[in-house]
Nanobody
Framework: QVQLVESGGGLVQAGGSLRLSCAAS????????MGWFRQAPGKEREFVAA????????LYADSVKGRFTISRDNADNTVYLQMNSLKPEDMGVYYC???????????????WGQGTQVTVSS
């Protein structure tokens, strides 16, 4: 069992930056690939980024490539999402999730956090 707690969300102006963190409980963190998803009001949850268990590879949604960076610290059981050049369309609730393999398919993630709100003002 993995419990995930996100933090770092908030209000930022367009063009600004935020760094999200997701702290995982348990000693099995390094066995899971980790992903970030987001959900805007009235929209379905969408994939943002994922990172493999060893940080050897990362996946990004086209909409965030070049602006967002996912990373993880297995010693600290934490995954991060650095978000730069934020746009109003990046606004939503951001969730971290754990999966046996790095994938953009949300249905393959076994554990989810409660989410953290990101608001981008134009």
């Amino acid at each position: 069992q993995v419990q995930l707690v996100e933090s770092g969300g908030g209000l930022v102006q367009a063009g600004g930056s935020l760094r999200l963190s997701c702290a995982a409980s348990g000693r099995t963190f390094r066995r899971y690939a980790m992903g970030w998803f987001r959900q805007a009001p009235g929209k379905e949850r969408e994939f943002v980024a994922a990172i493999s268990r060893s940080s050897g590879s990362a996946l990004y949604a086209d909409s965030v490539k070049g602006r967002f960076t996912i990373s993880r610290d297995n010693a600290d059981n934490t995954v991060y999402l650095q978000m730069n050049s934020l746009k109003p369309e990046d606004m939503g609730v951001y969730y971290c999730a754990a999966s046996p393999a790095s994938t953009s398919n949300g249905q393959l993630y076994d554990y989810w956090g409660q989410g953290t709100q990101v608001t981008v003002s134009s």
